[in-house]
């Protein structure tokens, strides 16, 4: 994040959504679609020491 003049960067955040949509991003790379069955952090961490 970019810091601009006069701003409290204690007071600077990131929003749940814009978490959430770079993580679907992530995953959809690594080729890691939504299931029931397996963790999709795991598997990103898991294809990340991989390659």
Do not use: Q, W
């Not at 949509?21 to 999709?40: A, C, Q, T, V, W």
């Amino acid at each position: 994040m970019c810091k601009r003049e006069g701003e409290d960067p204690a007071r600077m955040f990131v929003s749940e959504k814009t978490v959430s949509k770079h993580s679907y991003n992530i995953f959809n790379k690594l080729g890691l679609e939504p299931s029931e069955d397996d963790n999709r952090r795991v598997l990103a961490v898991l294809a990340y020491l991989e390659g």
